[in-house]
């Protein structure tokens, strides 16, 4: 089996490589292809990744190259995680907003959409590259956020594509610790689009476990999300994280606007992470990693793909065409939702009707992300800013017109976005 990740001088690398080390017998590579245009990161994290798998005994060779063409050539599976402007661009995205009064978020809000439009004609680009040499069954697994659109891209421009997510895997981790049991035990109600989500119901051994953690820990569960127990008790359900952006957006704005960005704290990760990589005697995944975000990513990505090509028919959680499971979007929406992973495709699990709340939320934000998509795919300012004013987070008129400014100000600093 060939596995390519485009975006594979990542710092985060790694976290995968200890993946594939570790369940080598679910995920057999025999290659293992490492794609970046940075020579200097590719070199450090493609070192480190050689030495974790002949620490662990894998078999597999790894490859690294700036090439495209010879990454994806004749793979089985493409995985994206990618990053275009690196962390400078995502201290944009999470800054020029505040400057309009909304919070400043690299997949959420103004500063997610400004990441679709760097995105999607690169992820595009790739693909069709995949498309032409890779294997004719090969899988495209998209990482890259945001999510949800660049895999409604990839999907509706006919390739083999399916978005995962780690909020889900490491909702089930946290949720089996809470009720003791083994995670593989957990299967959860996950139900929205990628980033706005809510798990509905927690079932283990046939019982719906929610209500009673709901009661029983209800202040843990709030604390995980950073939203008010009492709106965890109204929902009867517990929010991701992301719809702390939406459910308490102005306490996040003051938060934001008095501390350092996300991506200012990655920088300093990822630098301490480079260093390690360059020492010849690191053959194993640094603990700091942690710090660098995407928990559970490895497993998530392993399990997805063997599902895909061995065919073992389970349930996982991921991001796919609608096809009917939300009847309120249109069927090639993207959303996430529990599905049955097969080498034929994926099939959403039946979802239960959701409440008005949840379901204005999620056709709202979809209704943006449909005209997000048709900018990013079309350009031209009034595309943008009619996708500004529909996000919820935006609305008023003025307040796109200077967003949009901004954004395109932004973005034109780092690629040229012009169309």
């Not at 001088?9 to 970046?36: C, H, K, M, N, Q």
């Not at 800054?95 to 439009?117: N, S, Y």
């Not at 399916?162 to 809470?178: D, K, P, S, T, Y």
Request: some cysteine.
């Amino acid at each position: 089996m060939k596995l390519t990740v485009i975006g594979g001088g990542s710092t985060y690398t790694p976290e995968l490589i200890d993946g594939f080390a570790r369940l080598r017998e679910v995920l057999p590579i025999e290659e293992l292809w490492l794609v970046d245009p940075d020579a200097h990161r590719l070199e450090l994290v493609s070192g480190v990744s050689r030495r974790m798998f002949a620490r662990a005994g894998h078999p597999g060779a790894i490859h690294a190259t700036s090439d495209v063409v010879a990454g994806v050539e004749n793979a089985d599976v493409v995985l994206l995680q990618l990053r275009i402007g690196g962390q400078a661009a995502r201290h944009g995205d999470e800054t020029w907003p505040h400057e309009a009064g909304v919070i400043g978020q690299e997949t959420t809000g103004p500063g997610g959409f400004a990441k679709a439009l760097r995105t999607v004609p690169v992820v595009l680009d790739i693909a069709e590259k995949v498309r032409t040499h890779a294997k004719p069954d090969a899988w495209i697994i998209d990482f890259t956020n945001p999510v949800g659109i660049v895999t409604r891209a990839l999907v509706g421009a006919g390739h083999r594509a399916v978005g995962l997510c780690n909020v889900a895997i490491g909702f089930q981790r946290r949720f089996a610790a809470m009720l003791d049991v083994d995670f593989r035990e957990v299967r959860l109600d996950h139900v929205g689009l990628n980033h706005l989500t809510w798990e509905r119901g927690v079932t283990v051994g046939g019982r719906d476990a929610l209500p009673e953690l709901l009661a029983s820990r209800l202040g843990d569960l709030a604390d995980e999300v950073e939203l008010a127990p009492e709106l965890l008790s109204l929902l009867g359900s517990v929010p991701s994280y992301y719809l702390r952006y939406f459910y308490s957006h102005d306490q996040v704005l003051r938060e934001q606007l008095g501390s350092p960005t996300r991506a200012q704290a990655v920088m300093e990760v990822e630098a301490e992470l480079l260093r390690l990589y360059a020492d010849p005697h690191v053959d194993t995944k640094p603990a700091i990693l942690e710090k660098r975000g995407g928990a559970y990513y490895s497993e998530a990505a392993v399990d997805l793909i063997a599902s895909l090509v061995s065919d073992r028919r389970d349930v996982q959680v991921v991001n796919i065409r609608n096809d009917g499971a939300l009847p309120f979007l249109p069927d090639d929406h993207v959303i996430e939702v529990p599905a049955t992973v097969a080498a034929a495709g994926l099939t959403a699990l039946p979802i239960a009707p959701l409440p008005d709340d949840l379901a204005g939320l999620i056709a709202d934000v979809a209704g943006y992300e449909r005209l997000a998509l048709d900018a990013a795919l079309h350009g031209g300012r009034d595309r943008v800013l009619r996708a500004m004013v529909a996000h919820p987070l935006v609305r008023q008129f003025d307040r796109a017109e200077k967003l949009t400014d901004l954004l395109l100000a932004e973005n034109s600093r780092h690629l040229a976005w012009t169309r």
